[in-house]
């Protein structure tokens, strides 16, 4: 991604040497090179070099027509998709001016926190491996399948669900989903105590995971840090309740923080939100009985859908952080230009271009999982 | 904050808990092979006895992986909307976003609950798949997504078009059908799914996808050019083509079909007449031929035929028996449905470009066919269908008894005829409803009342006229009888009283042949001071003159012509309602082959000499 990682470097004095993490490497989610320059086991520089997963989405939205882009948006970011797809559809509903049905708002709803449920037991999992505990990751990666199979039904994809479209959703839910969520949650709620047991006060993590990667609240402002790394700091912003959008505002739940700012407590805020989404997950499946079709107000036909000329800038709260679309339309049937503001374009490269310098090489790949940096999105 | 006190949880004993999870069933545990879920987005199923071959889905697809396959085996009927093609998929590039599921204009896409295909290097062709209703491997699996009310994309519903009500037309001939306005014309063309079955059901092949999208546009000159590429009698086209398009038009499977017509219409209306000839100009020939070309008749395919032809760079002259031009859609064609002043706008754009007619030119007698003959190079007989065909039944020679298509020329030409306080029809056609509904409204401007009826051969489910003419008969009064047979026109001396039917049983017989049975027990008298017959007519050839008649080449009465639209005499073409039956748009269609033929033949002439 950058010249200088291409160019010919001076020759390191002697007692210092380079090394690669990744493109591949357990310790990153994606396809994704972090390059060291050491000092014995202690990082001197750390310079991010993504590019490797860079499918060129942004430029690729230009030539599709406006529902076509539907398919790319959720492969933006692979664990946590849903917050793309809402996000881009209430670009286009705002520059349309569509008017959502009220269903339809809701189970958006539930999409993105089941959405965030699934990508916060991936990513804890994930954390949990690069201290080597691999049965955490196991079981996050075991229990997010669960929430698959309710993406499975609900919207017909496992993983890219596809499931909204410019002015609704594209289903209703099937016979008896909402009895199978709450099993679900139910389910994944007991198992909370078992994470807390094996991870979150397991004293091998709790003491790899202290003090590591902190980040103070002057630097998280600095650095554009978003999402659960930012209220790991103690600075309780979450666009949920701050800017709230769909139905957030009418949802009961709160913002946990933690103030340590560093890996630990990146961890243990995702723990908290955990608990707090299956909060909401139940408030939705409370509400969505009471609440009447339709799930999709009138579209235009997609083959001949010119949307409205004007720019927008729609975001949402991913389960990294603040994401958003910024989308122009030059009123035809195409966008003129799209750009995600991905928190893991924030968090993957100056972050933790900055946070590596002077840990030692063991925890590189554990700040980088803490910040849960995703990337996919970092290329898209 | 946090959920958990983490700080007083560590302890040396807790690695021991995990002891406790000897007893408790393991969290990742292999799971059965099952079929996915209700909804899921496996792989393609189409079945093929819905799907049209419509390629809507292969438009729709974000990622280029259907191809449209010809399978030969399976019919193909332009007029229905019906192609062979059929969607093949190729899952290397598919993304299972099931956009083609929802647009698909017929339902017969949908996704299967199957979860898994793979195969080895040697078989990296699987992935190409031509999916019938049994998808990727044969094998049965269960429908996963498919068409749902929810998630369907076509736009099914119609823009309601505004007409005056019965009591406002009934007594007039001012147009009924109001036209789009601007913003119902767009939403009407975004309905289009572009799939060009209306180009390949349109006797002249009009390029109405492109048309359509350029009105979506708002380029509405745009519109014209594609339009006038192929009918120059739009206007005329916009307001009474029996529009074939709409019939094989695929929205029109599940929904109503686009107005592919009244957006044309739109189109043109919304142009300024000047800006139209300007387009209709573009692509003349700057230089003259010198070829001479006389064409009999101002109809549409006459008048086709000179468009095309003067655009080449021919001389053409037009000969016309009555005092305007425009055939049977000016004097078979009532005012409420094809006002005068939207024909003249179709004339005036071909005579703007340099045709000439010749009115109250009748040929057979101001001209013979022998001097057309030896002062052009070329001559083409669209003289139409002007001789109403008669019952033949008792009474049908009687001077109160009139034929359809005289009285409609009458009426159009201002000629004053004797309006009957009641009349009766024969016929079920939309001649036979032109007449009906144009006596009506004489008879309501008279007399303040309408006694018409109509009685046709067939019953009501297969009358041969427009539907929408049907009901808008019944709304201004007419009485419309069906699977009744003419058995004798009731006359007196020099009145005539009214008709005499029985009730039709078949009107074919088992070969197919014209031959109806009736119920003579079934008799009814439906009174009438006129008896209009409208069950068809012929052309009048007596313009020919014997000899030119016995040296051309006849098909049960009809003109033999090649495909081209020539007779067995090289100088001589004939298109339009004579050869083809009466439809404006096939007499367009004609005009424009009949043109192509001459052209051709006047340039290979003028290579020989």
């Not at chain 2, 799914?193 to 000159?221: F, N, S």
């Not at chain 2, 808008?472 to 005539?496: W, Y």
Request: glycine residues 8%.
């Amino acid at each position: 991604m950058r010249p200088e990682n291409y160019e010919a470097r001076r020759h390191p004095p002697s007692h210092e040497y380079e090394l690669n993490i990744g493109p591949n490497h357990p310790g990153i989610e994606g396809n994704y090179a972090f390059k060291l320059r050491l000092h014995g086991d202690r990082v001197i520089e750390g310079r991010a070099d993504a590019g490797y997963l860079h499918r060129g989405f942004e430029k690729l939205m230009e030539g599709r027509l406006w529902i076509q882009n539907l398919a790319i948006t959720p492969r933006i970011c692979v664990p946590d998709p849903a917050p793309m797809e809402v996000s881009y559809v209430l670009a286009v509903e705002d520059l349309c001016g569509l008017e959502v049905p009220v269903r339809a708002q809701w189970l958006r709803v539930l999409q993105l926190e089941l959405s965030r449920i699934a990508a916060h037991l991936f990513t804890f999992g994930g954390h949990a491996a690069t201290t080597g505990m691999y049965t955490p990751m196991f079981w996050g990666v075991a229990d997010r399948d669960l929430i698959l199979d309710l993406f499975e039904e609900m919207c017909g994809g496992r993983v890219y669900s596809i499931y909204n479209i410019p002015g609704g959703v594209r289903r209703d839910l099937p016979e008896g989903f909402i009895e199978r969520v709450a099993k679900t949650m139910d389910y994944i709620e007991s198992r909370l105590p078992d994470y807390d047991n094996l991870l979150f006060t397991n004293q091998v993590f709790v003491k790899r995971a202290r003090d590591c990667g902190p980040i103070d609240q002057q630097q998280a402002l600095e650095w554009g840090v978003t999402g659960p790394n930012l209220r790991a700091c103690g600075l309780q912003f979450d666009v949920r309740r701050d800017d709230p959008y769909l139905v957030y505002d009418q949802i009961d739940f709160e913002v946990p923080t933690e103030q340590a700012g560093d890996a630990l407590a990146r961890a243990l805020v995702r723990r908290s939100e955990l608990k707090q989404s299956i909060r909401i997950v139940r408030q939705v499946l409370a509400h969505l009985p009471q609440i009447p079709g339709p799930i999709r107000c009138p579209i235009p036909n997609p083959l001949a859908w010119n949307v409205p000329a004007g720019s927008t800038y729609t975001r949402v709260e991913s389960s990294k952080g603040e994401l958003a679309w910024y989308v122009v339309s030059n009123g035809s049937e195409r966008p003129y230009r799209t750009h995600v503001r991905g928190p893991s374009q924030m968090h993957a490269v100056q972050v933790l271009e900055k946070l590596s310098v002077g840990c030692r090489i063991e925890d590189v790949a554990q700040i980088m999982f803490s910040l849960d940096a995703c990337p996919p999105e970092v290329d898209r | 904050m946090s959920d958990i006190d983490y700080a007083d949880k560590g302890g040396l004993l807790n690695p021991l808990k995990s002891l406790l999870f000897f007893a408790r069933k393991p969290v990742t545990e292999s799971l059965d092979p099952r079929p996915a879920s209700a909804n899921y987005r496996g792989f393609h199923l189409n079945d093929w006895e819905l799907c049209i071959g419509c390629s809507t889905c292969q438009k729709v697809c974000d990622n280029a992986a259907i191809t449209m396959v010809r399978v030969p085996g399976l019919p193909e009927d332009p007029a229905k909307g019906i192609r062979n093609l059929r969607p093949a998929i190729d899952y290397g590039r598919c993304c299972w976003c099931a956009l083609c599921v929802d647009l698909c204009p017929t339902g017969s896409i949908a996704l299967s609950r199957e979860y898994v295909h793979t195969c080895v290097d040697s078989e990296l062709g699987s992935y190409f798949v031509l999916p019938d209703s049994k998808g990727i491997h044969g094998a049965p699996y269960p429908k996963g997504w498919a068409k749902s009310e929810d998630a369907d994309l076509v736009a099914l519903e119609r823009q309601p078009m505004a007409e005056a009500v019965p009591e406002v037309r009934i007594d007039n001939f001012e147009e009924i059908v109001a036209g789009y306005d601007p913003n119902q014309a767009i939403i009407e063309a975004s309905r289009c799914v572009q799939c060009g079955m209306c180009h390949d059901a349109c006797p002249t092949h009009m390029h109405a996808p492109e048309y359509i999208r350029a009105i979506w546009k708002g380029d509405l000159e745009g519109a014209v050019r594609e339009i006038y590429r192929t009918n120059p009698f739009a206007h005329t086209c916009g307001r009474v083509c029996t529009h074939r398009c709409e019939t094989a038009c695929s929205v029109g499977h599940r929904g109503t079909p686009i107005a592919i017509r009244w957006l044309k219409r739109y189109a043109m209306d919304a142009v300024s007449p000047e800006r139209v000839k300007a387009i209709a100009a573009e692509g003349k020939a700057e230089f003259v031929t010198g070829k001479r070309v006389a064409i009999v008749g101002a109809g549409p395919a006459g008048l086709t035929a000179a468009y095309d032809l003067v655009k080449e760079g021919h001389e053409v002259t037009v000969f016309e028996a009555q005092a305007e031009a425009g055939g049977m859609t000016r004097y078979g064609i009532p005012y409420y449905r094809l006002p005068a002043a939207m024909l003249d706008r179709d004339v005036d754009v071909i005579t703007s470009l340099g045709v000439r007619i010749q009115f109250g030119t009748r040929v057979g007698k101001d001209v013979t066919m022998q001097q057309l003959q030896s002062e052009h190079d070329a001559v083409v007989l669209t003289i139409g269908l002007w001789m109403g065909r008669s019952t033949r039944v008792p009474g049908a020679d009687h001077k109160k008894v009139a034929r359809a298509v005289d009285l409609l020329r009458d009426v159009a030409a201002g000629v004053k005829i004797t309006v009957p306080r009641s009349a009766v029809v024969i016929g079920g056609g939309n001649v036979a409803m032109d007449i009906a509904r144009t006596l009506a409204r004489l008879q309501k401007q008279k007399y303040g009342d309408v006694q018409v009826t109509l009685t046709a051969l067939e019953d009501l489910d297969h009358f041969l006229a427009d539907p929408d003419e049907i009901k808008e008969s019944l709304e201004e009064g007419i009485q419309i009888l069906d699977a009744r047979g003419p058995q004798e026109i009731l006359v007196e001396k020099t009145k005539a009283k009214g008709l005499r039917t029985w009730r039709v049983l078949s009107i074919f017989d088992e070969q197919g042949r014209f031959a109806p049975t009736y119920d003579e027990s079934d008799e009814q008298i439906h009174p009438g001071e006129m008896v209009v017959e409208a069950i068809g007519q012929a052309a009048d050839v007596e313009l020919l003159g014997e000899e030119l008649k016995e040296s051309l080449e006849w098909n049960r009465g009809r003109l033999k012509v090649d495909e081209h639209g020539r007779t067995n005499l090289d100088w001589l073409w004939a298109a339009g309602d004579m050869v083809r039956g009466p439809d404006v748009v096939s007499a367009v269609a004609d005009g424009h082959r009949v043109a192509a033929s001459i052209n051709e033949y006047l340039s290979v002439r003028e290579k020989a000499a």
